[in-house]
């Protein structure tokens, strides 16, 4: 079965301090790894996607990288408006569905 | 820039009454997907569309939610009756390909409160 772990569940970090978030998983096969950032009360904003081992992909404080086991959300010198809960999703083959399995998210917290 | 569009944003209602949910995905994308979260968990599938077809109902709960996506654009997802159990956030996706590219774009979701 499918599953992604996330880990830590929540990290508070002061702004300029750089940290990682790690997504653990395991899939049949992998179609793609995804980030998402979710801000209270609103959907999912997508980030990246992930599609096979060694492939990294970046965006302003950001960096996403994949192996075959897990992936990292690297945060470089993050802000406050960084704040937010970052989730994993992996995506395997097998069957007609693309749905998308979640961990419970990483919940970031930048303080000034 | 195109987005996914959800209403109501909020609702509240009492247990055993009916609730309906509306989406409307990203122009031309032909994959709708509806997800519940509860918080302080991750989404969940509960249906996949592609056009007007269900491709993926299976974790559904058949006996009171319902989803349809009659012309293959907008989407209803409906709960009859509703249960304390079904508070949650309610979010609809669009993807543009069925198994090509396979970002999925997440509106800003309903949330249900089952009093």
């Known amino acids: 079965e499918d599953q992604v772990t996330q880990s830590p569940e929540a990290l508070r970090l002061q702004e300029g301090e750089s940290s990682s978030l790690n997504c653990s998983y395991t899939v049949s096969g992998l179609r793609g790894l995804f980030w998402y950032r979710q801000d209270p009360g609103k959907g999912p904003e997508f980030l990246f996607t992930?599609?096979?081992a060694g492939e990294e992909k970046e965006k302003e404080r950001l960096k996403a990288t994949l192996t075959k086991k897990e992936s990292f959300l690297h945060i470089t010198a993050p802000k406050p408006e960084d704040s937010a809960t970052y989730l994993c999703a992996v995506q395997g083959y097998g069957g007609a569905t693309n749905k998308l399995i979640f961990g419970t998210g990483t919940l970031l917290a930048v303080q000034p | 820039e195109a987005e996914v569009a959800q209403s109501p944003r909020y609702k509240i209602t009492e247990k055993s009454q009916a609730v309906a949910f509306w989406c409307d995905p990203i122009s031309g994308h032909a994959t709708l997907y509806w997800y519940r979260q509860i918080l302080g968990q991750g989404p969940e599938l509960l249906v996949q569309?592609?056009?007007?077809?269900?491709?993926?109902d299976s974790q559904l709960p058949k006996d009171r939610f319902s989803a349809e996506r009659l012309k293959g654009v907008d989407s209803t997802l409906k709960i009859q009756p509703a249960e304390l159990g079904d508070s949650a956030m309610y979010l609809c996706?669009?993807?543009?390909?069925?198994?090509?590219?396979?970002?999925?774009?997440f509106g800003p979701g309903t949330r249900l409160t089952v009093t």
């Open positions: 992930l599609y096979s």
């Open positions: 569309f592609q056009d007007e077809s269900v491709v993926d």
């Open positions: 996706a669009s993807s543009a390909r069925d198994r090509g590219s396979y970002e999925q774009y």
